[in-house]
Structure formats: C-alpha cells, structure tokens
C-alpha cells in the first residue's frame, strides 16, 4: 500500500511566521506535488518535483517556496504566513509518466 | 490552458439509487487522461477511476462508470446503487499526456447519500 504521510493534520500559526509543511512518501515516487484546497476551487497545484533538488512552479506559487533533499521527502515552505494562506495543503505522489497520484491526508492550516 | 468545470456544487440521492455527476473540460490537446477522485469526511483523497482519452470504451469499476465524451468534451460520472459511504466530495481532474503529470481539478461535486 502506498502511503503518503503529512507531518499535521491541524496546524495553527501567526502571521508573519516560517512555517515548515512535510511530507513524505514510501513508494520511491519520483514525482511529488503541493496542492491548495480551497471551497468552490478545488485544487490548485503550488509546487511539484521530478527529481531530488528538482522543482517547478505550479499554478499559484506566490508566496511558497519548496525544498526536496531527498527523493521521499517533500517540504512546503511559507517563508512569512499571512492570513490569505488559510487553508486545506495536499501532498500527492506518482511514478513517472503518467502514473496516479496518491494523496496524502491533508494538513488545515489556520494562520491568524 | 486546461480548465475543469463541474457545474453541480451539490447533489444528494437515496440509498441504492443511481446518481449522475457532470464534467466538462477545456484544452486543444489530443492526448490526455481523464480522473473521478473521491474525498470522504476522513479528507482521504481516493482515485475512483480513469480514462484515457484515445480509447473509445468507457471506464468502468464495479459499481462506478463514465460516460466519455470527446468532442463534446464531458466527463461524467454515473455511480450505481448508491451507498452511505459514498457520501463525500468528488473532483473530475484532468491530466496532458506528457512526462509531468500535473493534475487540473474541477471545483468539486458535494456528493450526500441519503437513507
């Protein structure tokens, strides 16, 4: 069984704070993606990675930075929270090319 | 770009019935693969099925199918005898065929089953 691991389930943070989002997988995935979830959006992918230290900009990076150190691991950076980054954060995985994406259970950040 | 569109912001049925949930999508390219994710109460996102564009034949799981059609481009999901636990969120997602399989999501369908 694939499993796709985020470090909180709930998270609540200050404005202006470094927040740290984990994620890590067991499948030897060489694809991770950070995905925002807001209500009547869906999902909007931040950041994905095709390799380690590889990474590109998804659809709304503004804001969030990303680091992957090694291949399990995939880290959403808020480098200064604001109220605006209130949400539902999902972590997925794949194989390459076209593989399906395995999500993690969802961290809701809260930051006031 | 590729935009998803799911028109129905919620739906409900009876237990056992039949429910039908509607998708469509924008893009010019040719080659790409379809999704139905589910997302429960529990906030697991769980693939439900997939279907790739250059096959004709629509997808099926067990009690899950979809009607797949290309040129009007709809993607729907039609889901049988419907059970309690299929109460959840359902996103229709859309995928390029190429290496980097970014996924597009729709807004999502609230989806309560009744009983």
């Known amino acids: 069984d694939v499993k796709v691991t985020q470090s909180s389930r709930y998270l609540v943070k200050r404005t202006g704070e470094k927040v740290f989002l984990e994620c890590v997988q067991d499948?030897?995935?060489?694809?991770m993606f950070w995905y925002r979830q807001d209500p009547g959006l869906g999902l909007r992918l931040i950041y994905f990675?095709?390799?380690?230290?590889?990474?590109e900009k998804g659809d709304i990076p503004e804001g969030y930075s990303v680091s992957r150190e090694k291949k399990e691991r995939f880290s959403l950076i808020l480098e200064s929270a604001s109220t605006n980054q209130t949400s539902m954060y999902l972590c997925?995985?794949?194989?390459?090319?076209?593989?399906?994406?395995?999500f993690g259970p969802g961290t809701r950040l809260t930051v006031l | 770009a590729q935009t998803v569109t799911q028109s129905q912001p919620e739906m409900s049925v009876q237990e056992a019935e039949t429910v039908t949930l509607s998708c469509t999508y924008d893009t010019s390219e040719s080659n790409y693969y379809l999704f139905w994710y589910k997302q429960p109460p529990s906030r697991q996102m769980i693939l439900v099925i997939r279907?790739?564009?250059?096959?004709?034949q629509n997808a099926t799981e067990n009690r899950f199918s979809v009607n797949f059609q290309k040129a009007a481009k709809s993607f729907s999901l039609k889901i049988s005898d419907s059970q309690l636990g299929d109460t959840a969120m359902y996103f229709c997602?859309?995928?390029?065929?190429?290496?980097?399989?970014?996924?597009?999501f729709g807004a999502g369908t609230i989806l309560r089953v009744k009983s």
């Open positions: 279907q790739e564009a250059y096959k004709q």
């Open positions: 990675s095709y390799d380690v230290k590889m990474k």
């Open positions: 997925a995985s794949s194989p390459p090319p076209q593989g399906e994406q395995f």
């Open positions: 499948m030897d995935h060489e694809n």
């Open positions: 997602a859309f995928m390029k065929r190429q290496y980097g399989n970014k996924l597009v």
